[in-house]
């Protein structure tokens, strides 16, 4: 049995383990469990056809980025992972670094970049540095420690991170892919999917997509978190339904799920049979960037949300008007609902701030922030009323 | 090809004419530009064109650019 232990949480048993089975830390271990990196002609073509996707939260087909690329450009692996909730990037960073590393190689040479950046957060550096100072190949990797920010791990954040030292979006009317660090084509790719690159760089598409679902190929790594015994990290195919992703971490009882982190969607417990999976395949809950974070019987979803857009709204970078008012704003109308204020205008107050920050900033985190509160007055219907009747029906 | 008035929130602070020379655009509560259909890209009507323009030139903070419309 193949375990996950990641930092100050306990290891839970896998499912189904491929990026988590056993090829590294070490450099020695990965190579004697994997073999050298294959030298992969046609790597674009085998990544179009094993259907990879982002799994840093937007779902977009790899393949799709990777040709958009020109060649001399850049390649950025993000392992920023700003989301507090979502630990797998470090996991993958601190114990499989050089499956990351062959995806980086693999990928850099198919699109003939001539530069390498490794981004990661605080916790993570250690192991990075460790691990790219332990190949000759990987002697062009640049190794960039990120700020704890919620946003740092924005694309463009991550690309003025490397110019300025400030990991902080930017407005960009251009694709990263045409013009992005220093002008030059940009590709800024996740960590856990450049380590599926690595898979498909050695073993090709077909034993990717042996595993999950023919709309959600290969496998994903999924943060739990949460009233859950066993919080980590843990491995499921593409398609799995979030009962036997989050059985894995033993919830004691289940009142509702945020899939996806602080900018996902919270679902109930009639939920719990859907498919975790591309937003594309019918019927699936979109699994995002992996995130799922259970909340009991005794936890409030509504108070819970409100304490996230309190969060989120702090996290703003304090760049764009619409951002820096309105998710103040929105946060305080999400506590008044959590506080069982009795006005009968407060759903339709928080319905009209909804649309006025939704999509009005320069980065997606208005858009994130929206998109939560918003599933929480549909899956949490039932407690806004209740508090608006003064009871709140996760009180034991 | 289409195109829209692009607004770069990092440097729009608000209080400004294009509200005024665009009939797509009002403004909310804080004085920021509102796109009436929403987001952050006002597509641009035929015969809007030189007001566009003209928002382009004044906006201060140059806060305002043109962009294909289909552009992500
Ligand atoms: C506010 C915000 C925060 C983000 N944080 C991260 C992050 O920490 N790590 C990450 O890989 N992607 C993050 N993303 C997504 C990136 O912008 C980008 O889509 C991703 O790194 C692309 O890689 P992928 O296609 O491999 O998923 C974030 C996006 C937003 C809007
Ligand atoms: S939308 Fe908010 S978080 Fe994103 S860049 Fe603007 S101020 Fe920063
Ligand atoms: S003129 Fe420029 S800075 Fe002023 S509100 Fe309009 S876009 Fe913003």
Redesign the pocket.
Known sequence: MTTAPTTDRRPIALDFPRLLTGSGPGYDEHLRTLGPLPDHRGLIEEVERSGLT?????G?P?AR?LSAMTPRGVVIA?G????PLSAK?EWLLRQRPHLVIDGMLATARATDAKQLHLVVGPASEAAARQAVGERRDARGIEVTVTQER??????SA?VHLLTSGDAL?TDHTVRLTTRGLRRKPTL????E?LAHIGVIARFGAAAFRSVGHPADPGTRLFSITGDVQHPGVTEAEGGTPLRSVIGVASPRSVAGVLVGGY?GTWVGREALERPLALPTMPGAIPAG?GILMVIGEGTCGVRTTAEIAEYLAAESAGQCGPCVNGLPALAELVARLAHGDRNHGLVGEVERMLTLVDGRGA???PD?TARIVRSAMRTFAADIEAHRHGHCLAAR | MSESLHIDWTRCRGRGVCVELMAGLRRDEWGYPVVVGGGSDLPIAPGEREAAEDAVALCPLLALSFRPSSAA
């Open positions: 982002g799994r840093g939260g937007a977009f790899t980025k993000n920023s992972e700003g989301e990037d919620f946003v740092s791990g924005e694309a991550v979006p800024v790719q996740n960590v999917t900018h960037a980065c997606h985190h994130g």
